[in-house]
């Protein structure tokens, strides 16, 4: 989780050294950097990515990463894995803290699917819902 947040804090840096990256590019790029862990095998890191209000208890967590490596199963026996996954773009409403992603998954059966993924905003970081 640490390792997500200094990511997306240095891609945060990165930009103001030229002009201010807008909230939907930094949101795209979040969830492209939490997508690109899952890719990693980094599932609790993936499961950290997305925004719990409260802790949750330690057997959910477990059924969260556990899910998480069954997606990836599946995208394998299905489209031989993602291989990379691409932002299109996000739109986002900064004064409801939300937004979304929309990313490309680039298959190893050389196909392709957009996807939306919800994110919302907290505690200055963007978060997979």
Not at 41 to 53: I, S, T, W
Request: hydrophobic share 40%; proline share 3%; aromatic share 10%.
């Amino acid at each position: 989780m640490k390792k997500i947040l200094f990511v997306i804090a240095g891609l945060s840096l990165l930009g103001a050294c030229q002009k201010a990256p807008s909230q939907n590019e930094i949101a795209a790029r979040a969830a492209k950097a939490y997508y690109d862990q899952l890719l990693e095998g980094k599932y609790e890191q993936f499961v950290d990515g997305h925004y719990q209000p409260d802790s949750i208890p330690a057997v959910y967590r477990e059924q969260l990463v556990a899910n998480a490596k069954m997606f990836i199963g599946q995208q394998q026996d299905e489209h031989r894995g993602i291989r990379q996954v691409n932002v299109v773009r996000a739109d986002v409403d900064t004064a409801k803290h939300a937004g979304n992603a929309f990313l490309t998954f680039l298959y190893g059966d050389s196909t392709s699917e957009e996807v939306v993924v919800p994110m919302v905003y907290q505690g200055g970081l963007w978060y997979l819902r």
